[in-house]
């Protein structure tokens, strides 16, 4: 009986975006009535000049937060775990990502307003990258309990300085839990719609913000292909690093 709830919680969860996919493939112009197989609506948003925009947009703040996210998270991680341990400083860390979107989407907004920040997409790649610099320390952070300090001592104890040590030795065995989380931090950027949307200039749109626009006057098949195509990109980036963080700590094991 126990796997009834089991079962019904997946189909809860994933139901509706079965859904989306099949009528993504639909051959009419109705999103509710699937009338036939067909992949028109994926040549439609191919040729969307707005959505060809709003994608150029998107990897351009995805790839320069995730740069960010992932040099900035990997020392943070470093730093907590190596130098300065103290759970006042880890909760503050992990902060970003434990607040609502909302609640630091006006905070980001209200900074920027501070300091006269001018909106456009270096706001909105500077935001996701705090957004995203938690994630990418927590996963690193996990990665440091499989590594051996002994390696990081007989390297200092062998003359080698404390950038040498961190490039030589502490780097490589950290690599797999900075590439998942560069890939996390690629993923959260890609789909991120709340801080974006507070934080983006009145000229640009992400993706998502035009997705949203295109909602507000009804649900298109159109919308529908284009929401399949970023859930398969999500997916992929979420099982790689998955496969990448796996594969480190039985590397560690090993």
């Known amino acids: 009986m126990l796997r009834v709830p089991f079962w019904l919680t997946y189909v809860f969860l994933y139901l509706p975006i079965a859904v989306l996919v099949w009528m993504s ?3 009419g112009d109705s999103p509710y009535v699937f009338e036939g ?11 969307n000049e707005r959505i060809a925009e709003g994608l150029v947009n998107t990897l351009f703040v ?46 980001l907004l209200a900074f920027y307003a501070l300091v006269q920040v001018t909106l456009g997409l270096w706001s909105v ?18 990665r440091l309990t499989h590594a051996d300090p002994s390696l990081e001592e007989a390297s200092r104890d062998l003359g080698a300085g404390a950038v040498r040590t961190f490039v030589k030795i502490t780097l490589p065995q950290l690599a797999p839990g900075i590439v998942a989380g560069a890939l996390l931090a ?65 590397g560690a094991h090993d």
Not at 62 to 70: D, E, K, N, P, Y
């Open 186 to 250: 690629f993923t959260l950027s890609l789909d991120e719609f709340v801080i974006a949307f507070f934080t983006i200039g009145p000229t640009e749109q992400t993706l998502p913000i035009v997705i949203y626009s295109m909602l507000r006057f009804g649900v298109k098949p159109e919308a529908n292909a284009l929401a399949t195509v970023l859930l398969l990109i999500s997916f992929t980036a979420v099982i790689a690093g998955q496969r990448l963080t796996k594969i480190g700590e039985r």
């Open 125 to 142: 790649m500077l935001s996701h990258a705090v957004f995203s610099m938690a994630f990418v320390a927590a996963v690193v952070r996990t």
């Open 37 to 47: 197989f067909s992949l028109k609506w994926y040549g439609e948003f191919l040729t």
């Open 62 to 107: 995805a790839v320069g937060s995730t740069v960010l996210a992932t040099v900035l998270g990997t020392l943070l991680a470093v730093g907590l775990a190596r130098h300065t341990r103290s759970k006042v400083l880890d909760a503050v860390a992990l902060m970003p990502a434990i607040l609502p979107d909302l609640v630091l989407a006006i905070g």
């Open 25 to 27: 493939f639909n051959s």
